[in-house]
């Protein structure tokens, strides 16, 4: 399981921090997890749709990422349907990608 905290991600800014390799990779992926998650609302849930990262065999997988936040802890739980790898986002709340109604509101 792959346990992250958004903000080892960001600049003090709130922007995404890593600029190349894998850390923005991983940053982008991540943040597209939750718009995708907290903005199930919104227009157009079809272009929600995140593709699992993973290149097993260097083929991509063809799973996409389904994701729930937590009642308890209000983490982003993840998963991909097809290779079952599956993460942990925390500290997302208030990020530039919270797409919920609380963060409008600040
Ligand atoms: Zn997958």
Redesign the pocket.
Known sequence: MLITNLEHFLATDGSIAPKEGPALRLADYLTKIVVAETALCQTQPETMVVR?R?RPNRKP???EIDSYIDPVTNQIIWW?S????QGSISHWQGSLWDCTDNAQSH
């Open positions: 699992c993973r997988c063809a799973g991909c097809v290779c079952e790898e």
